[in-house]
């Protein structure tokens, strides 16, 4: 069965983009100003601020302003949802290599035995 929750989408999408992951993973270590999230960056602060709307629709971070400067984070719960999507995928594929080792074990095993 298809998981088609929108919202996921949007979470897949956001990360698509590398400038988007590196937003993210300069989050992991702590909220930050999007001032400093975009020193590293070779692209405008108007752009970085678009990038960073992109994040923010699909829950993946927050904001909040204070004064003039708005601070993002991390919103933990929707990357964990995203996780636990590709951990089951990962749990799916793991069990069916499993028995693919299963039975051409057995089969390396049926094929001695006759020679």
Known sequence: MLNQSPSLDRVFQALADPTRRAIVERLTTGAAPVSELA????????????????????????????????????EPRTLRAAEHWIAQRRDLWER???????????????GKEKT
Not at 43 to 68: C, D, F, P, W, Y
């Open 96 to 110: 069916r290599f499993d028995r693919l080792g299963r039975v051409l074990a057995e089969q390396s095993q049926s």
């Open 39 to 74: 020193k590293p960056l070779a692209m405008s602060l108007a752009a970085v601020v678009q990038h960073i709307q992109i994040l923010e629709n699909s829950g993946v971070i927050v904001s909040s302003k204070t004064g003039r400067v708005r601070t993002c984070r991390i």
